[in-house]
């Protein structure tokens, strides 16, 4: 599977943005698929992570902030971003984990949030 990041940008702080990914195949439904992020300086984390079955997880730093969706119709996972903060400034990739623990990575897309 490929995957293709989009939907980075510059926002200000307290505002929103959306994170799509799309997968190269129809057989996305059987990945759990997580969004990542990398500051400058710092290791890859994981922000959310939305599972085959649709069981969403969240880091605590962006709980009740972000919301991960996935519409098997359209291979595409999403990463709904709100009340953005500057710590959330990083490069967000998108990943698929098959079901024996294979994992892709998309390239990255680029948040800026200023303050």
């Known amino acids: 599977v490929q995957l293709q990041a989009s939907g980075g940008g510059l926002v200000q702080a307290g505002g929103s943005l959306r994170l799509s990914c799309v997968a190269s195949r129809n057989s996305f439904r059987i990945y759990d698929m997580g969004w990542y992020r990398q500051a400058p300086g710092k290791e890859r984390e994981l922000v959310a992570q939305?599972?085959?079955?649709?069981?969403?997880t969240y880091a605590d730093s962006v709980k009740g902030r972000f919301t991960i969706s996935r519409d098997n119709t359209k291979n595409t996972v999403y990463l709904l971003m709100d009340s953005l903060k500057p710590e959330d400034t990083a490069v967000y990739y998108c990943a698929a984990t098959d079901v024996i623990g294979g994992r892709v990575w998309g390239r990255g897309t680029l948040v800026t949030v200023s303050s």
């Open positions: 939305i599972t085959r079955s649709n069981t969403a």
